[in-house]
Structure formats: structure tokens, C-alpha cells
């Protein structure tokens, strides 16, 4: 699809505020599974990821996924969610494996939009992919493809949770 025709149809799409998908019925707990490749950030700048653009300040991890795709994680959030994988040491460039930490993911039956963070960068997934909450207010999408490589869907007994 050319890239006129993908603006005329996230014109149309449903545009999602700060979802809590805790509250979401139809929301699923996901845990991502995925070794990365990582380069930080010397300076400010952005990154085009496939669902849109992200913004990164210096220190930030530049992350390649397993499946190609790209995106930025802010410094703080990153050394809490990624281990260095040997030979690479904490805080150096080189291989990380996520964290397994359960999240909160829900299936799009439409094309929609939805910002990283409050007043952060705006990302645009198509109907069938997947919107992620990571905590709340911090979101992502995850292309379906990509979803069923990397996540696994988990089953979080409520009555231990809470939620």
C-alpha cells in the first residue's frame, strides 16, 4: 500500500487516548520473549520503526529486534526491562534478552493510533495488530506477525492479582 493510501486510512482509524487495559475485558497478558541487538544513542534524534517514528535522547538503547524491526527505549526503562547477554557487559552496545515480565495486550479489529507516553510520539498500528501496555500511560504496538514470534499469551490467575 503506497504511503498516500496509508495516510487516508489512519485519517479514518480509531484514535485511542491512554487505553487502560486492565479495565479492557477483552485485554490478555502477554510475555515477550526476544534476545536483541543494542547500540545507545550519542546524541538526540529519531528513528522510524513500523508503526511510526520514535524520538530517543542521547543514552537511549537503539534496539533491532529478532525479527528486523527497530524502535528506541528512553535509558531508564531499558536497564530495568534488558540483561546484557556475555560478552556484552551492562550499559556496553551488543546482544540483550529482555526481561520476561507479563503485559497487558489487546488484539485491534481496526486500523488505530495510540502515543507512546502522554504527549509522546504517535504510533500507527492496522487492524489485526496488537496495542501493548507496558504500565500505564506506556504503550506500544506490535505488528500481529511479529506478536506471534515474540509473545507468548499467559494466563493470570484474578483472584491472586487483583485485577
Not at 503485559?103 to 504517535?122: H, I, P
Not at 506478536?147 to 499467559?154: D, G, P, S
Amino acid at each position: 500500500m503506497d504511503q498516500t493510501m496509508k495516510r487516508a486510512e489512519y485519517s479514518q482509524c480509531l484514535k485511542i487516548g491512554h487505553p487502560n487495559l486492565a479495565e479492557d475485558s477483552e485485554a490478555l497478558s502477554a510475555v515477550k520473549d526476544e534476545t536483541v541487538c543494542v547500540a545507545f544513542a550519542d546524541g538526540a534524534g529519531e528513528l522510524v520503526s513500523a508503526v511510526g517514528t520514535n524520538r530517543y535522547s542521547p543514552g537511549d538503547a537503539l534496539i533491532t529486534g529478532s525479527t528486523g524491526d527497530r524502535w528506541s527505549v528512553s535509558r531508564d526503562r531499558f536497564d530495568v526491562k534488558y540483561d546484557p547477554q556475555p560478552p556484552t557487559l551492562r550499559g556496553q552496545s551488543g546482544t540483550y534478552r529482555n526481561r520476561p515480565a507479563p503485559v497487558l495486550a489487546k488484539r485491534m479489529n481496526q486500523a488505530f493510533t495510540v502515543s507512546r507516553t502522554a504527549g509522546g510520539d504517535c504510533l500507527r498500528g492496522d487492524a489485526g495488530d496488537w496495542l501493548i501496555q507496558y504500565s500505564p500511560g506506556d504503550y506500544g504496538i506490535v505488528e500481529q506477525a511479529r506478536f506471534k514470534r515474540v509473545y507468548r499469551l499467559v494466563t493470570v490467575d484474578k483472584e491472586t492479582t487483583g485485577k
